[in-house]
């Protein structure tokens, strides 16, 4: 992780979970979870709306996290171990792989944040201004403490900002279903209509653009770059 730049990275124990299974059934019972962040300049820049650059960061970061994750699982198999690589932004079935599993379990499990009133992960060193890697093993490892709680207090911030009116409101505790935080057609439909030409309506974040946590990321690079 460390060689490839990658400073937030967890190991998660997902055995009382039900994970994608390999052509003889065979679960994972632990999987490897980190984060690429984005460029929060990009990010910063999104309040209003998406653009030609932060798409084309949403296609870069997906391709980096693609390349690393076919990378770890296949040093990870050359030590004769399972490990199977979970795409950035696919749901389909893979290879031999049945079944999908959101990344955000598996970064929770692993104590990397927690999930946002904006539905995404959040975290204290990034905030939401990252995308999320996977890889499920059978190689035992040595796990992180899962998150159970959010931390976002009072804010409400991404649910003022969402143009879709997607967003409830309700604070996230594990197990809160999807629908209780997004509506997703109401998101998928917004973003379809009104931002098509960025990546055939798959870009908004505003969301995420507008999280406190993400702006002091912002703000701490500013800081560390000053003088
Ligand atoms: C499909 C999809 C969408 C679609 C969904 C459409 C539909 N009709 O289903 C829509 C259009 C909504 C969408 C939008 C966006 N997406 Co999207 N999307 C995905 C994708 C491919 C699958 C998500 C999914 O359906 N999961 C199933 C549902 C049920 O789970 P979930 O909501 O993802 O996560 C839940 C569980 O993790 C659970 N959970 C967490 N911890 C725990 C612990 C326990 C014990 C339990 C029981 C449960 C639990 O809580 C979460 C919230 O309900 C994922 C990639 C992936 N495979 O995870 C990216 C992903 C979720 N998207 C991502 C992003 C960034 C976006 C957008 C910002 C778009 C953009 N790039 O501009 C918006 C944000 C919308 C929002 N506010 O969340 C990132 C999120 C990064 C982050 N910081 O969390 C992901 C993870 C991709 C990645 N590799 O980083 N997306
Ligand atoms: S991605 Fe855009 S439309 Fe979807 S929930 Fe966030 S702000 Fe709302
Ligand atoms: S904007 Fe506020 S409520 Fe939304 S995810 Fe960030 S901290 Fe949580």
């Given amino acids: 992780m460390l060689e490839n730049g990658i400073?937030?990275?967890?190991a998660a124990d997902l055995r009382a979970f039900s994970t994608p299974q390999d052509a003889e059934g065979r679960g994972f019972p632990f999987a490897l979870a980190?984060?690429?962040p984005m460029s929060p300049q990009i990010v910063a820049g999104i309040e209003k709306g998406p653009n030609q650059a932060?798409?084309?960061e949403y296609a870069r970061v997906n391709r980096r996290i693609?390349?690393?994750s076919e990378r770890l699982a296949s040093e990870i198999r050359n030590r004769d171990y399972r490990a199977w690589a979970l795409a950035a932004s696919d749901r389909t079935d893979k290879e031999n792989i049945k079944g999908d599993f959101p990344h955000k379990t598996a970064a929770t499990q692993a104590g990397l944040g927690w999930v946002g009133r904006n539905c995404q992960l959040v975290t204290r060193t990034y905030g939401p201004w990252i995308r999320l890697g996977t890889v499920f093993t059978d190689m035992e490892l040595t796990c992180g403490t899962p998150v159970e709680r959010s931390y976002c207090g009072d804010c409400v911030r991404c649910v003022e900002a969402c143009p879709a009116v997607a967003l409830t409101g309700e604070a996230w505790v594990p197990g809160l279903s999807r629908e209780e935080i997004l509506d997703a057609t109401a998101c998928d439909r917004w973003k379809k209509e009104h931002y098509?030409?960025?990546h055939q309506g798959h870009n908004c974040g505003i969301c995420a653009a507008v999280c406190p946590y993400g702006q002091r990321a912002l703000k701490r690079q500013a800081g560390?770059?000053?003088g």
């Fill in 54 to 56: 932060y798409a084309d």
């Fill in 66 to 68: 693609n390349e690393l």
């Fill in 196 to 198: 098509f030409e960025y």
């Fill in 224 to 226: 560390s770059t000053a």
């Fill in 7 to 10: 400073d937030l990275w967890g």
């Fill in 34 to 36: 980190w984060v690429v």
